[in-house]
């Protein structure tokens, strides 16, 4: 069974680091574009950021552009997000989430993701 394993989350002050990570199993790591998904108590869920198969294309929300990276190791079958300058306003349960290589160059959504992971917390205090 396909399995995305978010890890890297936890509680830090505003303008610290952190750095998630999502480990698959089960599914041809390279035959998928990757992303991060976050979701605030109360509030809907938005994609974060994106990366295709070879890591060569990227997508950031405006709200993380220039403070989070997106990478991936696919001999490692792991995907990352590099946080910096973190933000009470990223306190947030963050996911893992893989769809096909046939969405690269489309949004990355609901309607698009294959396989979800169980989620990370991030809580940034001020």
């Known amino acids: 069974q396909v399995q995305l394993a978010e890890s890297g989350g936890g509680l830090v002050q505003a303008g610290d680091s952190l750095r998630l990570s999502c480990t698959a199993s089960?599914?041809?790591?390279?035959?998928?574009?990757m992303g991060w998904f976050r979701q605030a108590p109360g509030k809907e869920g938005d994609s974060v950021a994106r990366?295709?198969?070879?890591?060569?294309?990227?997508y950031y929300a405006d709200s993380v552009k220039g403070r989070f990276t997106i990478s991936r190791d696919n001999a490692k079958n792991t995907v990352y997000l590099q946080m910096n300058s973190l933000q009470p306003e990223d306190t947030a349960v963050y996911y893992c989430?893989?769809?096909?290589?046939?969405?690269?160059?489309?949004?990355?959504?609901?309607?698009?993701?294959?396989?979800w992971g169980k989620g990370t917390l991030v809580t940034v205090s001020s």
């Open positions: 089960g599914l041809p790591f390279n035959r998928y574009r």
């Open positions: 989430a893989a769809d096909g290589i046939a969405a690269t160059y489309r949004p990355m959504s609901r309607n698009t993701v294959d396989y």
């Open positions: 990366i295709s198969w070879d890591g060569d294309i990227t």
